[in-house]
C-alpha cells in the first residue's frame, strides 16, 4: 500500500484570481501553487515512493546532464514555469534547462525555456499529469521531451517531438530490463536504475 499521494487544494477567491494574487499567495505560503484558468491550486504533500522517485531522478539526470545546447543545469521541483500560450504557471517534479533561464517579464522566478520536464505520477495527480498539465509543457517552444514515472510499478512513459518538431501523440512506455535516452543527457537511463531499492520488479514497495 502506497502513502499519501500528492495533495491540491484549490484556493477560492470571488473573482478569478490575477497573476499578482498568485505572486501574493506564493509569496507568503511554506507549499507550492499552480495558477490554472485564474484559480489557484495547492500543490503539498507526496508519499515516500513519489518523494524517493523524485530524488532518484534528481541524481540520475544530474550526473549525466552535456552541454549539448549550451550548459545545461537540473533543477528542482521549486522551479516555477510560466507557460505563456495558456496563460498558466505550471511546476514540475524536476526539469533540465540548457543556457541561461528565461524569464517573463512579469516574474523574474519563473522560467519559460525547460529542454526537460520529468513528473512522478500519483493517483491524484497522475490525470493532470498526462493531460492539462502535459498539454501546457508541450505548448513551451523549448521542450523536447516530457517523462511521466509511474510510482507503483515500473514504468516510465515519455514523450517526444519528431523530426519535424511535432509532438508524437503516443509515448514511449519502458518498463523493467528497458533503457531510454533523453535530451541533454550524456548516456542513457535504465528504468531499474530509476525503481531499485524503491519498488521491486512487481511493483511492491521496498520502503513499507
Not at 523574474?108 to 512522478?120: G, K, S
Not at 498526462?130 to 515519455?158: C, H, M, P, W
Not at 517526444?160 to 503516443?170: F, I, N, T, V
Request: proline content about 5%.
Amino acid at each position: 500500500m502506497l502513502g499519501l499521494s500528492i495533495v491540491r487544494a484549490i484556493l477560492r477567491l470571488p473573482r478569478p484570481a490575477t497573476y499578482a494574487d498568485y505572486l501574493a499567495v506564493e509569496e507568503h505560503s511554506e507549499h507550492r501553487h499552480e495558477l490554472i484558468d485564474g484559480v489557484i491550486v495547492a500543490m503539498a504533500g507526496g508519499s515516500d515512493e513519489h518523494n524517493a522517485l523524485a530524488g532518484r531522478l534528481a541524481m540520475l539526470l544530474g550526473v549525466r546532464i552535456q552541454g549539448i545546447q549550451g550548459p545545461c543545469r537540473y533543477y528542482t521541483p521549486d522551479q516555477r514555469f510560466w507557460i505563456s500560450a495558456h496563460g498558466r504557471s505550471r511546476y514540475s517534479d524536476g526539469s533540465v534547462i540548457c543556457g541561461k533561464p528565461e524569464h517573463p517579464a512579469h516574474d523574474e522566478q519563473a522560467t519559460t525555456n525547460p529542454v526537460l520536464v520529468v513528473e512522478v505520477l500519483s493517483p491524484s495527480s497522475e490525470g493532470d499529469d498526462d493531460g492539462d498539465k502535459r498539454i501546457d509543457f508541450q505548448a513551451v517552444a523549448s521542450l523536447e521531451a516530457y517523462v511521466l514515472v509511474s510510482q507503483d510499478r515500473r514504468n516510465t512513459r515519455v514523450y517526444r517531438r519528431d523530426d519535424a518538431g511535432l509532438w508524437l501523440s503516443e509515448p514511449e512506455s519502458h518498463q523493467h530490463g528497458h533503457s531510454f535516452v533523453l535530451p541533454a543527457l550524456s548516456g542513457p537511463i535504465s528504468v531499474d536504475e530509476i525503481y531499485d531499492g524503491i519498488l521491486d520488479v512487481d511493483g511492491r514497495s521496498l520502503l513499507r
